[in-house]
């Protein structure tokens, strides 16, 4: 069995008086898609924070590739291979797309202290990497703003996955998406797990959850309530064990299955 | 192999037009070519089109574009200086001061005020920065303070609101040609006399050209805005003016040093400010206290006309040029045309307007917002 790239042993986080985790256990293997569901409140936005650097946990282990670290920052994280895409994205609408994806560690050219942006290589490969994620832009030069929530998505994926990710962590990635382009995030997750990077898929939808997942860790009131493969388990149960119980199953029956 | 190159069927493909209406300097491009248009059929025959004539809105245009450089950097950073004309008058008394009443080198003067400006910028940064309040209130608050600051200091230690004696120092120091000189003389002085420029014919200066030299402050206001604008669009540090700009939160997140370069984007602004104050106060041989009054909005009007947003991380420095080179060839125009001068006013007000509502429309073309 090879090492879980990313694991959470027993994480608890308090703030105060109030227990936001209380003992979360979850790994991710290279190349796997591991889908955390929960309802809201359910303390998936903390269980992220911890896992990105941004909360140090109250008690409780991390390890990546099988080494215990102590993060004290997204910084940290962020150069062990970890890498957050929140859903607000933190893309800039009115710059380029290449000036998006480069932000923060652009490319120079130049000699001396005289340099700059060396545009020639940010969107060549800027291209070329928003093409093997399936999206044709029309010139490097186009404003993030033109582009749609899913392709916007996408860009982040794509330049967290240059930039050396071992891990992507999504943050509910398809919650704020139409079908098609939740389809074209989907197709994305893919395309990133079969590259070998572990995929940490945050969402509170369980079709997009069973349409890409290979393993199902369901979240609720700070708690795991187990981890199930693909394939042992199904979409109702996952639903009835994200809403913690009966009230939905009896409403599930009065709705025809709807939910 | 076939072709894949195939654009996504969703995206509109954007006509030539909509294009180029992205681009910030487009809308002050089309503004300039107009005030020249209009003029040279208004004016076309008095002396504005001729070389002196040009050096004189030159020369105008180009103290718009001293601090409408500085101030377009810090708009696309995100933030407004409201504090900019009064420190273009506080940076002249300051300079005075030293050099009339303390008596220091000029060349050392200059330097001190550049420092002094410098540290007020930064504190203008580093207060809306840890404040975290709007930049329209702290500066509007040192925009007073630096003002009156201004005015107290030339009447303690001057008896009144006017220091002179500035041009008598300068004289024969190392640097202050650099401020309120004139470049190329020789080659003026050559022209003249070659009959190539026109001289003047009689008096005490009779056989040399009337357009002795280049104004230093025009050269200053072309390398600024050379130097302004590749900083801005080609270099790292200009990346992270429009991202400090455009989204503080998601360019912090990336790590961006957003604080940082918004404070330092304050002192190049004061900075521009300085520079404006000094090369009056050698060029008028005199520093007075009601200088550059006003200058922070005309300056505002010169970068939003450039094409930039209210809101920051987006604009140009051309762009904030072109705007400036508007309001030079208007302002000085209206003279040469004998149109009452108040009616400048209304221009301003009216071009300002113009220039929000159109750029509000191109933000809207680039973020498909609706």
Redesign the interface.
């Known amino acids: 069995m090879t090492t879980p790239i990313l694991e959470m042993i027993d994480i608890q986080k308090h703030f105060g008086r109030i227990i936001a985790l209380s003992g979360v256990s979850f790994s991710v293997m290279p190349g796997e898609c591991h889908c955390l569901l929960g309802d809201n409140g359910a303390g998936k936005s903390t269980f992220i924070k911890t896992m990105s650097g941004a909360h140090t946990p109250t008690g409780g282990e991390m390890r990546v590739a099988g080494d215990t670290v102590h993060f004290t920052s997204?910084?940290e994280a962020l150069a062990a291979g970890i890498a957050t895409v929140?859903q607000?994205?933190?893309?800039?609408?009115?710059?380029s797309v290449s000036?998006n994806f480069?932000?923060?560690?652009?490319p120079?050219a130049g000699f001396g202290p005289l340099?700059?942006?060396d545009f020639k290589k940010a969107d060549a490969i800027t291209l070329e990497q928003m093409k093997q994620m399936g999206?044709?832009l029309?010139e490097p030069g186009q404003?993030v703003?033109?582009l749609?929530g899913g392709e916007r998505q996408t860009v982040a994926i794509a330049r967290a996955v240059y930039f050396g990710a071992k891990v992507l962590i999504l943050d509910e990635p398809t919650s704020a998406l139409g079908v098609r382009q939740t389809a074209n995030v989907l197709t994305t997750i893919d395309r990133v797990r079969k590259k070998g990077i572990g995929v940490v898929f945050i969402t509170h939808n369980v079709r997009h959850a069973m349409a890409v997942g290979d393993r199902f860790t369901v979240l609720n009131r700070g708690k795991t309530l187990g981890t199930a493969d693909r394939g042992h388990i199904s979409s109702e149960e996952l639903q009835s064990l994200m809403a913690g119980g009966q009230e939905l199953a009896q409403l599930e029956a009065s709705l025809g299955k709807t939910i | 192999m076939t072709s894949t190159?195939?654009?996504?069927e969703?995206?509109k493909r954007?006509s030539l037009l909509r294009r180029a209406l992205?681009r910030p300097e487009l809308g002050a491009i089309g503004g300039t070519a107009a005030v020249f248009a209009f003029f040279l059929i208004l004016a076309g025959g008095t002396q504005m089109f001729a070389l002196d004539g040009v050096i004189n809105w030159g020369t105008v245009s180009a103290q718009f574009i001293v601090l409408a450089v500085g101030v377009s950097l810090l708009m696309i950073a995100g933030e407004f200086d409201l504090s900019l004309g009064s420190m273009v008058g506080f940076s002249g008394m300051v300079f005075g001061l030293l050099v009339v009443h303390v008596g220091i080198p000029v060349w050392l003067a200059i330097l001190l005020t550049f420092v002094v400006c410098a540290l007020i910028g930064t504190i203008n940064g580093v207060l809306v920065i840890r404040t975290g309040l709007p930049s329209f209130v702290v500066t509007l608050a040192f925009m007073f303070i630096l003002r009156g600051a201004t005015i107290w200091s030339a009447i303690t230690f001057n008896k009144q609101p006017v220091v002179s004696g500035i041009g008598d120092a300068a004289a024969g120091d190392p640097i202050a040609w650099l401020f309120g000189g004139k470049a190329f003389t020789g080659l003026f002085t050559w022209l003249g006399q070659q009959g190539i420029i026109e001289t003047y014919t009689r008096g005490t200066r009779a056989g040399q050209p009337i357009v002795d030299g280049i104004p230093m402050l025009i050269l200053w206001a072309i390398g600024l805005v050379i130097v302004g604008q590749?900083v801005l669009t080609?270099?790292?540090f200009?990346?992270?003016i429009?991202?400090a700009g455009?989204?503080p939160?998601?360019?912090r997140?990336?790590?961006?040093p957003v604080a940082r370069v918004k404070v330092l984007m304050f002192i190049v602004a004061a900075i521009c400010a300085a520079l404006l104050g000094i090369s009056q106060a050698i060029e008028f041989g005199s520093a007075a206290s009601d200088r550059g009054i006003m200058k922070e909005f005309e300056a505002i009007i010169c970068v939003v006309i450039g094409g930039a947003?209210l809101t920051g991380?987006?604009g140009s420095v051309v762009g904030a040029a072109l705007g400036a080179i508007i309001f030079g060839v208007v302002q000085q125009g209206l003279f040469f045309t004998n149109v009452e001068s108040s009616l400048f006013r209304v221009f301003l007000g009216t071009i300002l307007l113009g220039a929000v509502v159109a750029n509000t429309y191109i933000?809207r073309s680039?973020?498909?917002?609706r």
Do not use: C, F, H
Request: proline fraction near 3%.
């Open positions: 997204p910084r929140y607000d994205l933190a893309m800039i609408p009115l710059m000036r480069w932000l923060g560690r652009e120079e340099r700059w942006l999206i044709n029309r404003a703003g033109t749609s | 190159t195939s654009t996504d969703r995206l954007n992205v590749w080609r270099t790292k200009g990346n992270w429009y991202a455009g989204d939160q998601a360019a997140n990336v790590g961006v947003l991380g987006y933000r680039i973020t498909g917002e």
